[in-house]
């Protein structure tokens, strides 16, 4: 359903640089891109995650509300997600663990501030 998601950044090399080591580890890479845009995921065919400059030119903002959940796998590798995020700039926003009996999540702010989810979902019994 989704095609694509894309948040901005205003260092471009800065953002590579995070989320090309960030998503290998879920087997994630960079699928296509121009000097302004580059969109990750595991191919052409599925939903992406574009990284931007801005399209005005003005500086990035991160929305309010905005978040991009990426799936870790289980609750290990969403834990290993976010712990990888952190040792390459992320901030912590949420550590992950249980919301719920059948959610797990972790959150960051990328170097950038762009808010991320780092989740399992496992089926509500």
Request: glycine share 14%; charged share 20%.
């Amino acid at each position: 359903m989704i095609g694509y998601t894309t948040i901005g950044t205003n260092d471009m090399q800065r953002a590579v640089a995070f989320y090309d080591a960030l998503l290998a580890d879920i087997g994630g890479k960079q699928i296509f891109g121009m000097d302004r845009i580059k969109f990750y995921g595991t191919s052409d065919r599925g939903a992406m995650l574009a990284v931007c400059i801005p399209y005005d030119e003005q500086a990035q903002h991160c929305g309010n509300g905005n978040m991009v959940a990426i799936p870790g796998g289980s609750p290990e590798g969403a834990k290993a997600l976010y712990d990888k995020a952190i040792s390459l700039g992320a901030t912590d926003d949420g550590e992950p663990g249980n919301r719920n009996d059948f959610f797990y999540g972790g959150y960051v702010r990328d170097p950038d501030g762009n808010k991320l989810c780092f989740y399992h979902m496992q089926s509500a019994s």
